[in-house]
Nanobody, 124 residues
């Protein structure tokens, strides 16, 4: 079964950039979709982006459009979330999770394998 591990979080100043990675082990992501979610303290987990590995379809929530980019490497073993122009409201624990597609991607219940999360803090 596929296991997912996130990395790349950290502390960054407003306007800065970070790239998160979601690396799969125990299998390939080739026929799956990967969603990125985030959860800030006291808030519900929200879907940020989703990518289908086979055809590279991508989708984003409005608040990150033009700032975040989701992509995958040629081996289709790692998915990246490039985050630019970061804002304090982007502060959260970021998770990646796998599903069979991006339909209903905003809902966490549609995703079944989750990583452990990586903290992103945007602060001056």
């Amino acid at each position: 079964q596929v296991q997912l591990v996130e990395s790349g979080g950290g502390l960054v100043q407003p306007g800065g950039s970070l790239t998160l990675s979601c690396t799969a082990s125990g299998g390939t992501l080739d026929y799956l979709a990967i969603g990125w979610f985030r959860q800030a303290p006291g808030k519900e987990r929200e879907g940020v982006s989703c990518i289908t590995i086979r055809d590279l379809y991508t989708v984003y929530i409005d608040s990150v459009k033009g700032r975040f980019t989701v992509s995958t490497d040629g081996a289709k073993n790692t998915v990246y979330l490039q985050m630019n122009s970061l804002k304090p409201e982007d502060t959260a624990v970021y998770y990646c999770a796998s599903s069979i597609g991006c339909a209903g991607w905003r809902q966490a219940r549609g995703f079944y394998h989750w990583g452990q999360g990586t903290q992103v803090t945007v602060s001056s």
